[in-house]
């Protein structure tokens, strides 16, 4: 039987990320996903790189803001590994909140007023306060291309097969079976986003979180340049011409049909922020499932079955997340201290949480 140092269950920008650095620790790597690599909730992400203080959580703002900073680097890494153009937009985001936001005016003023920064756009009378955050934003897609290319040119090996359970013999982990075949390894990580929960030896109270999108042709390429969010709706440009559109919350469990009615009513929310859209053709509609945790922290470190680790339930901060998720996740499992204190995001933190 063909053996690995570490099997990665899960081929989204979590897992593809993790397959890199452990490759590029020196480990032979497997990565096993279900189905073509990176095509749920990270294919079907915004790409907005939020890490905002008044936005994340406290337990979380030390990981958003150290990845946040990892990105450019991030995405040149893997546009040199691939060959790939990654649509990295650095433009910044208008977000329109509500009064209690209006003390944070005076943190994230505008350049210049909104209308000049974004003529196409009528401001909604019922935020009454914008901001100018210093984000990032990332054509998740694109992405998620260039690194599972990046990894499969490093010699991450891949199985498209669903999993069935971590294998473990003598209390230790010893590889994973899927429905065709079982794979030795002594180090399996569980990054299978909204599925995750669904894996043994442990328990993870992990659920799928349904969001409906859709993207729209601009009249032009410069025609929204920035982020755009409200309340109601969030706006995000592409460089090729493209606006994503989204995104519900909805607890759907893994249904993933698409709702007509509910795309209309996002495509009319983005027509009230920006009217010209009215005009503008619909290119793609779209739901994804996002890894849910009932605190909404990602769940992530080691387990108490030696050698099995998990990285997942990072929520809507996948794409964000990942390149710290990869750095931290690559020292745990060569037993060094991690970069950052992980003792909230482990899974003993929920009273269900076991051997399943």
Known sequence: MKTWDAIVIGA???????????????????????????????????????????????????????????YPEFVRELEEGSGLKIDLRSEGTLFFGQE???????????????????PALRAPEDTPVCLYLRERCVDPRGLLVAAEKVARNRGVDFCLDAVQEVTVSGGCVRGVSTTKETFAASAVLNCAGAWAGQISPIALPTRPVKGHMLSVLMPDKEFVRHVIRTPDVYLIPRSD???????????????????????????????????????????????????GTPDKLPIMGATPVPGYFVATGHYRDGILLAPVTARVMGQVIAGERPAFDLAAFGAERFPKQGMS
């Open 241 to 291: 011409g493209r606006l994503v559109i989204g995104a519900t919350s909805e607890e759907a469990g893994f249904d993933k049909q698409i709702v007509p009615q509910t795309i209309e009513k996002q495509r009319q929310a983005a027509i009230e922020v920006v009217p010209a859209l009215a005009d503008a053709p619909v290119m793609e509609t779209w739901t994804g499932l996002r890894p």
């Open 12 to 70: 989204g920008i979590v897992g593809l990320s993790l397959a890199i650095e452990l490759n590029r620790r020196g480990r032979r790597v497997l990565v096993v996903d279900k189905g073509e690599p990176g095509r749920e909730a990270s294919w079907a992400a915004g790409g907005m790189l939020c890490d905002s203080p008044f936005e994340t959580q406290p337990a979380l703002r030390d990981l958003a803001t150290a990845s946040a900073a990892m």
């Open 100 to 118: 209690e936001n209006r003390a944070l005016a005076a943190h994230y003023p505008l350049p210049q007023v909104a209308a000049q920064l974004e």
